[in-house]
T-cell receptor, first 114, second 109 residues
Framework: IAGITQAPTSQILAAGRRMTLRCTQD?????MYWYRQDLGLGLRLIHY???????GKGEVPDGYSVSRANTDDFPLTLASAVPSQTSVYFC?????????????FGEGSRLTVL | GQNIDQPTEMTATEGAIVQINCTYQ??????LFWYQQHAGEAPTFLSY??LDGLEEKGRFSSFLSRSKGYSYLLLKELQMKDSASYLC??????????WGAGTKLIIKP
């Protein structure tokens, strides 16, 4: 049982470099999300996708882009990384046909931008 | 606007009961969630309340009062493995989740 897989689990990156965080789910969930988690703050939504082919901006979208070419994959790209993007990034999915809307999270990608 | 408040940290004793409170302000409400997150791991779903009252699930219970903008998570018969952060999250009128900063629960023997 895989659920959601994120890669890489950890990365150190020089400022200005481009970086793509990968996220794949095998649950056939229609909705997917990218969050960042910083100490002392709640999870903050970066981008989301309610279904393949559509994406939307969350609370903190600047500096990030996403695509949803198919149901399973939802990569997050940092076009030109900055130190303020140092964070733990979580990908999540949900079956919006279920009343609870429970989110299933990947194990996270710890990104350090120097 | 929307706002969620929960205590930053709590300490409890193994075998005891602890109540973690969450208060919120929102213009739209479609449910309240509790998640558990162990250090260095992903959050995992604990409970969902959309109607007022208590939802019991084993050692964990969650309560909601929509009129008071208040929820709590009750953990009974605490075990050392319950040491974790507990995240309160509000589903707003657009069905997006707004997250509290989490309550770090420390269990002592």
């Amino acid at each position: 049982i895989a659920g959601i897989t994120q890669a890489p689990t950890s990365q150190i990156l020089a400022a200005g470099r481009r970086m793509t965080l990968r996220c794949t789910q095998d649950m056939r969930h229609n909705a997917m999300y990218w969050y960042r988690q910083d100490l002392g703050l709640g999870l903050r939504l970066i981008h989301y996708s309610n279904t393949a082919g559509t994406t939307g901006k969350g609370e903190v979208p600047d500096g990030y882009s996403v695509s949803r070419a198919n149901t399973d994959d939802f990569p997050l790209t940092l076009a030109s990384a900055v130190p303020s993007q140092t964070s733990v990034y979580f990908c999540a999915s949900s079956d919006t046909g279920v009343d609870t809307g429970e989110l299933f999270f990947g194990e996270g990608s710890r990104l350090t931008v120097l | 606007g929307q706002n969620i408040d929960q205590p930053t940290e709590m300490t409890a004793t193994e075998g005891a009961i602890v109540q973690i409170n969450c208060t919120y302000q929102t213009s739209g409400f479609n449910g309240l969630f509790w998640y558990q997150q162990h250090a260095g791991e992903a959050p995992t779903f604990l409970s969902y309340n959309v109607l007022d009252g208590l939802e019991e699930k084993g050692r964990f219970s969650s309560f909601l009062s929509r009129s008071k903008g208040y929820s709590y998570l009750l953990l009974k018969e605490l075990q050392m493995k319950d040491s974790a952060s507990y995240l309160c999250a509000l589903m707003d009128s657009n069905y997006q989740l707004i997250w509290g900063a989490g309550t770090k629960l420390i269990i002592k023997p």
